[in-house]
T-cell receptor, first 114, second 112 residues
């Protein structure tokens, strides 16, 4: 158990809908990362937050947004969902968000868009 | 930009045999390198990481990896495979920022 929790574990929804994925980092970690794992794209970095502020952005679609709250939990919002958004979404956390720090991954949220 | 290439999307070995999973990286800065393991329906678990302290890095579950700058490689090895090692393994590089850039993964199968 990494100490990172993600809810829900599974999510099934329809095209055009909007969903919110939630992540709670390990106790004491200030930085949260979101990754998408799909069969065709592999594991791709989406976005990073540090202590409530966006720090780095990767291949995140404009339909997707994220935020980190004062209690350090983070939410990833996916809107206008398409079939291709079906994937496993991971949250990871690290202490300060510095390069080379170990990132601890949660169990993921499996999203299926029908 | 940093990148990682894992040679072999599937590797199959017999129980007790040597495990060798290959990883080559590209980085314009001294790299931080990681190996993660993913068991079915689970998240990624860190096996080991290289942060320039020592070229031979020992990790959990008997795995180790050697950083070879001249070959831009960071191959993962285990002297004797166990059935419980069956999983998907990912090599990753930490680029100039903080994100991890992952390889495509290698699925390891252990034959009894």
């Amino acid at each position: 158990d990494s100490g990172v929790t993600q809810t829900p574990k599974h999510l099934i929804t329809a095209t055009g809908q909007r969903v919110t994925l939630r992540c709670s980092p390990r106790s004491g970690d200030l930085s949260v990362y979101w990754y998408q794992q799909s069969l065709d794209q592999g594991l791709q970095f989406l976005i990073q937050y540090y202590n409530g502020e966006e720090r780095a952005k990767g291949n995140i679609l404009e339909r997707f947004s994220a935020q980190q709250f004062p209690d350090l939990h983070s939410e990833l919002n996916l809107s206008s969902l398409e079939l291709g958004d079906s994937a496993l979404y991971f949250c990871a956390s690290s202490t300060r968000g510095d390069r080379g720090e170990t990132q601890y991954f949660g169990p993921g949220t499996r999203l299926l868009v029908l | 930009a940093q990148s990682v290439t894992q040679l072999g999307s599937h590797v199959s070995v017999s129980e007790g045999a040597l495990v060798l999973l290959r990883c080559n990286y590209s980085s314009s800065v001294p790299p931080y390198l990681f190996w993660y393991v993913q068991y079915p329906n689970q998240g990624l678990q860190l096996l080991l990481k290289y942060t320039s302290a020592a070229t031979l890095v020992k990790g959990i579950n008997g795995f180790e990896a050697e950083f070879k700058k001249s070959e831009t490689s960071f191959h993962l090895t285990k002297p004797s495979a166990h059935m419980s090692d069956a999983a998907e393994y990912f090599c990753a590089v930490s680029d100039g920022a903080q994100k991890l850039v992952f390889g495509q993964g290698t699925r390891l199968t252990i034959n009894p």
